[in-house]
């Protein structure tokens, strides 16, 4: 079964999370930042994820490390889950419109960390969250996972939409990346013979 559970403890915030990477898409998500919730709720749902996600944080002072912290639980619970990467796809890449928006998505579950985020937003917030914090969650995530991502707008305007359409690519990669390739089942797909060393 290709689980994990995390929970992670700083002065800043508390993150307990679970995830199935073979599950159905059932999520139960609760971080106190209510757009935060809805963007990893999606992510759940089309990555066909079951996951849980219980943050608390000092969002007193604002929303970047409740943001940032759950991504980099959420990259290491990917990481934890698959283990020696045996069988899976490793690759995906997907153009996901939404609206207006278009965004390019592309994914090496490679075990070396690297993002490119090529996303601009016309407007500093989205209701109370910051926009930058989009990027914010995509650096920990890729950082925290092990994997090389790249994240392109190519075109959009709605701030909501261009947001959206980022974490609903980077849920379609994920389900490509992670399903398991039946013509090589068994088999760590690299040359090297080893993947995240």
């Given at each position: 079964m290709r689980k994990a559970?995390?929970?992670?403890?700083?002065?800043e915030t508390r993150v307990a999370l679970t995830v199935d990477l073979d599950g159905t898409g059932r999520s139960a998500i609760s971080t106190g930042i209510g757009f935060l919730d809805h963007m990893l709720d999606l992510l759940a749902r089309h990555a066909r994820f079951d996951l849980e996600i219980k943050?608390?944080?000092?969002?007193?002072?604002?929303?970047?490390?409740?943001?940032?912290?759950?991504?980099?639980?959420?990259?290491?619970?990917?990481?934890?889950?698959?283990?020696?990467?045996?069988?899976?796809?490793?690759?995906?890449?997907?153009l996901l419109p939404m609206d207006e928006t278009l965004t390019r998505v592309a994914l090496d579950i490679s075990g070396r960390p690297?993002?490119?985020?090529?996303?601009?937003?016309?407007?500093?917030?989205?209701?109370?969250?910051?926009t930058e914090l989009v990027r914010e969650f995509f650096q920990a995530f890729a950082s925290s996972a092990?994997?090389?991502?790249?994240?392109?707008?190519?075109?959009?305007?709605?701030?909501?939409?261009?947001?959206?359409?980022?974490f609903k690519?980077?849920?379609?990669?994920?389900?490509?990346a992670v399903a398991v390739d039946p013509a090589?089942?068994?088999?760590?797909p690299s040359t090297k013979g080893a993947l995240g060393t």
């Open positions: 559970d995390i929970v992670r403890e700083t002065k943050a608390d944080g000092d969002l007193h002072v604002d929303f970047h490390h409740t943001t940032e912290d759950v991504g980099i639980v959420l990259g290491q619970a990917l990481k934890k889950a698959l283990g020696d990467m045996r069988g899976i796809t490793r690759y995906a890449d997907v690297f993002l490119v985020f090529r996303t601009e937003f016309a407007v500093p917030k989205i209701g109370e969250f910051d092990g994997v090389t991502l790249h994240v392109e707008t190519l075109y959009g305007v709605n701030a909501h939409h261009i947001a959206e359409s980022c690519g980077l849920a379609r990669v994920l389900r490509a090589a089942a068994g088999e760590i």
